[in-house]
């Protein structure tokens, strides 16, 4: 599984964050040959930072589109991830401005990129569960369920796969693979994703581990928001299998695919927060009930019926396992100063 990136060129944007370090690790294991362009990783401490990484990088903003085509240009990579973005609901109440110009014309940028680097055969760009129009019921969301967006955040993204869509109706029509183009491209829908290594600010793991260094007690709100929870490896390892088919030239997988837990997986934001605390003791939690000064959704959950059945994914880690490893890569990082990524990683494959 995923020898096809053995030594294959790949290109991340967004390799600074949470999702793009673990990805380029991952790509380290399985041998890739990757380069990335991002903006400087913004928390202290770093995931990109401690794993001091000596792979390709360049530090630039999305939204300079001339400097991220020299970038990729360079490179010459054969697949292509995107992952940079804002991906922060409450900061894109703050600044929309931002979250659209980084959202939407940095995928335009991307998209537009890849337009002029003809060696570039297949191109994953990633989204978000919050894509959908979230009716707040029970269902799971399907592929082919509407886009939506109460907040600016998911509303951005879901443009983003409206863009994305038009490019290859436009450019990379499917009926004219192999005869005008050679380039694939798909999105990705994920949320909820959890693991060592994010510091970001109002997330629910960072939020706890945060306090509990400094012996404080995590104020948790929306203690019963139903959320599907999966590790970062399981969320990735559907990114990877997904670009493997669009290298392999499959047209038919160049299209949505939900990357999510089984539903009866799905857990509120209390019940996570007290496994953590059963792992870590040091872990002080405490439920506040306080009006929102922003919409948050109460409930959602993907269905990942597709990418089971047509992809052949599946989770490895259930959410019991995914809080634990996540919990344990802190602690370890805490309390012995050890970086846990390739050895879960490891874990994880094998």
Same mark, same amino acid.
């Given at each position: 599984?995923?020898? @096809?990136?053995?030594?294959?060129?790949?290109?991340?944007? !967004?390799?600074?964050?949470?999702? !793009?370090?673990?990805?380029?690790?991952?790509?380290?294991?399985?041998?890739? @040959?990757?380069?990335?362009?991002?903006?400087?990783?913004?928390?202290?401490?770093?995931? %990109?930072?401690?794993?001091?990484?000596?792979?390709?990088?360049?530090?630039?903003? @999305?939204?300079?589109?001339?400097?991220?085509?020299?970038?990729?240009?360079?490179?010459?990579?054969?697949?292509?991830?995107?992952?940079?973005?804002?991906?922060?609901?409450?900061?894109?109440? =703050?600044?929309?401005?931002?979250?659209?110009? +980084?959202?939407?014309?940095?995928?335009?940028?991307?998209?537009?990129?890849?337009?002029?680097?003809?060696?570039?055969?297949? &191109?994953?760009?990633?989204? +978000?569960?919050?894509?959908?129009?979230?009716?707040?019921?029970?269902?799971?969301?399907?592929?082919?369920?509407?886009?939506?967006?109460?907040?600016?955040?998911?509303?951005?993204? $879901?443009?983003?796969?409206?863009?994305?869509?038009?490019?290859?109706?436009?450019?990379?029509?499917?009926?004219?693979?192999?005869?005008?183009?050679?380039?694939?491209?798909?999105?990705? *829908?994920?949320? #909820?994703?959890?693991?060592?290594?994010? /510091?970001?600010?109002?997330?629910? %793991?960072?939020?706890? @581990?945060?306090?509990? &260094?400094?012996?404080?007690? +995590? =104020?948790?709100?929306?203690?019963? $928001?139903? *959320?599907?929870?999966?590790?970062?490896?399981?969320?990735?390892?559907?990114?990877?299998?997904?670009?493997?088919?669009?290298?392999?030239?499959?047209?038919?997988?160049?299209?949505? /695919?939900?990357?999510?837990?089984?539903?009866?997986?799905?857990?509120?934001?209390?019940?996570?927060?007290?496994?953590? *605390?059963?792992? /870590?003791?040091?872990?002080?939690?405490?439920?506040?009930?306080? !009006?929102?000064?922003?919409?948050?959704?109460?409930?959602?959950?993907?269905? #990942? +019926?597709?990418?089971?059945?047509?992809?052949?994914?599946?989770?490895?880690?259930?959410?019991?396992?995914?809080?634990?490893?996540? &919990?344990?890569?802190?602690?370890?990082?805490?309390?012995?100063?050890?970086?846990?990524?390739?050895?879960?990683?490891? &874990?994880?494959?094998?």
């Amino acid at each position: 599984m995923l020898e @096809i990136y053995k030594n294959k060129k790949v290109f991340v944007t !967004g390799h600074t964050g949470f999702k !793009g370090t673990w990805l380029c690790s991952f790509l380290d294991t399985i041998g890739a @040959i990757h380069a990335g362009y991002s903006l400087e990783p913004n928390t202290i401490p770093s995931h %990109f930072q401690l794993l001091n990484s000596n792979n390709i990088s360049t530090i630039g903003d @999305i939204s300079n589109i001339t400097a991220l085509k020299e970038s990729i240009r360079q490179f010459q990579p054969e697949i292509l991830f995107h992952l940079a973005a804002q991906s922060l609901v409450r900061e894109s109440y =703050k600044n929309p401005l931002n979250t659209y110009q +980084t959202n939407v014309m940095g995928t335009l940028n991307v998209l537009e990129s890849v337009r002029e680097c003809s060696s570039i055969k297949a &191109v994953v760009i990633i989204t +978000t569960d919050k894509v959908y129009e979230n009716k707040e019921w029970i269902y799971p969301y399907r592929e082919n369920d509407q886009l939506g967006g109460y907040d600016m955040y998911s509303s951005s993204k $879901a443009c983003a796969e409206i863009l994305t869509k038009s490019y290859q109706s436009s450019y990379y029509n499917l009926e004219e693979y192999k005869k005008k183009h050679e380039v694939l491209i798909a999105t990705a *829908r994920a949320g #909820n994703v959890i693991g060592g290594g994010d /510091w970001s600010t109002d997330r629910l %793991f960072p939020d706890i @581990i945060k306090a509990t &260094v400094d012996k404080k007690t +995590t =104020k948790i709100r929306n203690p019963y $928001a139903i *959320r599907p929870w999966q590790h970062v490896l399981d969320c990735l390892n559907g990114y990877l299998l997904l670009g493997e088919k669009l290298l392999k030239g499959n047209q038919e997988f160049a299209n949505a /695919w939900n990357f999510a837990p089984y539903s009866f997986e799905s857990k509120t934001v209390s019940e996570v927060a007290e496994m953590s *605390r059963s792992i /870590w003791q040091d872990i002080k939690i405490e439920y506040i009930q306080t !009006g929102n000064e922003y919409h948050e959704a109460n409930l959602l959950k993907l269905d #990942n +019926t597709k990418a089971i059945s047509s992809l052949g994914w599946k989770p490895k880690w259930n959410t019991e396992k995914a809080i634990e490893q996540t &919990v344990n890569w802190y602690k370890e990082y805490y309390l012995k100063g050890n970086l846990l990524t390739y050895n879960q990683i490891e &874990v994880f494959l094998s």
